[in-house]
């Protein structure tokens, strides 16, 4: 994991309206920007952070994608998020100032970091950020009580087709394509996260696509009934570049 050379500001990056910018000033980008100056490049495989590492900053993705996961008491890893640009990374440790989870980059990866105490004390002066700050601890709520209804699904094509039509409307609001996209998890991670078996996972995404839903050709999935898909995950579709 490297610092990066050269460093775009928030006021031209391709994912500021995703991130803490979104609704500050130009001014107050400024302010912002004296605290997010340092880039991290991150090699796919690499953590960002480990379990255990004392909380100290939030990671906002500038490209690439990451997972987090959790090493249970006897050893067993459970994946728990994939994370996309413009996300953010870290909030796990805010309570108890250690991160209980570790983030692994999937695929070469550039962070901006975000010194937490800095971030805080801006957004005492900065109400515009601390309500932004706000919106995305909340959003973090809703994930977790995503991952909770999508894990509780019973049936393993469900899980799965979920997890598509998440992925699929994460990228639309990023203004990508939401129907073709790549999937950076390897099958045995993606198994991991919906509590499947790889060979169950590869089993499925054959039959989506002998059914015609996806078309997959190593990591690029491209939808091809997006209703179906979402009939099927129990979701809906109508998805555009706004979310």
């Known amino acids: 994991m490297t610092d990066s050379p050269t460093a775009v500001s928030c006021g031209n990056c391709s994912v500021r309206r995703l991130c803490l910018p979104a609704g500050l000033s130009a001014a107050d980008i400024d302010r912002l920007e004296q605290v997010t100056r340092r880039k991290k490049i991150v090699k796919a495989g690499e953590p960002l952070y480990r379990a255990g590492d004392p909380f100290a900053n939030l990671y906002a993705i500038r490209s690439g994608s990451f997972k987090t996961a959790v090493i249970a008491a006897d050893g067993d890893t459970q994946v728990t998020h994939f994370a996309l640009p413009g996300e953010l ?23 901006c970091v975000l010194p937490f105490a800095h971030l805080e004390t801006l957004a005492q002066q900065v109400p515009a950020l601390q309500q932004q700050i706000y919106s995305i601890f909340s959003e973090e709520l809703k994930q977790e009580n995503d991952i909770l209804m999508l894990l509780g699904k019973r049936s393993a094509d469900t899980r799965l087709a979920a997890l598509l039509i998440n992925i699929s409307s994460r990228y639309a609001r990023r203004g990508y394509s939401a129907s073709q996209f790549v999937l950076s998890m390897p099958r045995t991670d993606i198994a991991n996260y919906l509590g499947l078996t790889a060979e169950t996972v590869s089993r499925l995404f054959s039959r989506f696509q002998k059914e015609k839903l996806i078309q997959a050709r190593g990591r690029v999935v491209e939808i091809l009934d997006l209703v179906g898909l979402s009939e099927l995950a129990g979701t809906h579709c109508s998805y555009d570049s706004d979310g």
């Open 89 to 111: 990374l870290g909030l796990d440790g805010y309570s108890d100032r250690c991160h209980p989870s570790y983030a692994e980059a999937l695929e070469d990866s550039s962070v």
